[in-house]
Nanobody, 125 residues
Framework: VQLQASGGGLVQTGGSLRLSCAASGRTFSSYGMGWFRQAPGKEREFVAAITRSGTTTYYADSVKGRFTISRDNAKNTVYLQMNSLKPEDTANYYC???????????????????WGQGTQVTVSS
């Protein structure tokens, strides 16, 4: 599967953005999907994930209550709605597809086999 992330940009503190990740192929609904981010000089970190059916979601504590992940399997797309953005949310955001075998593995980047190219989010103070 190929992934194409979009929707990043420059926003002020407290603003909102919605990221999209469009997947190619007809097997999108068979993948668990995740969003990760990486800021300059820092390691890549987990942001959010969603199961194949979309019934269960997972969030990093730092974004819980502000970000919402969702998916539309008919459109082969996963979304990340980001509200109340903070300067510390500034990073390159990546979507990923894989087969995490159980709940705790959705947080691990190594469980994802396919990665998009990233979209930059910059939050100004």
């Amino acid at each position: 599967v190929q992934l194409q992330a979009s929707g990043g940009g420059l926003v002020q503190t407290g603003g909102s953005l919605r990221l999209s990740c469009a997947a190619s192929g007809r097997t999108f609904s068979s993948y668990g999907m995740g969003w990760f981010r990486q800021a300059p000089g820092k390691e890549r970190e987990f942001v959010a994930a969603i199961t194949r059916s979309g019934t269960t979601t997972y969030y990093a504590d730092s974004v819980k209550g502000r970000f919402t992940i969702s998916r539309d399997n008919a459109k082969n797309t996963v979304y990340l709605q980001m509200n109340s953005l903070k300067p510390e949310d500034t990073a390159n955001y990546y979507c990923a597809a894989g087969y995490p075998p159980y709940a705790s593995r959705y947080y691990a980047s190594r469980e994802y086999d396919y990665w998009g190219q990233g979209t930059q989010v910059t939050v100004s103070s």
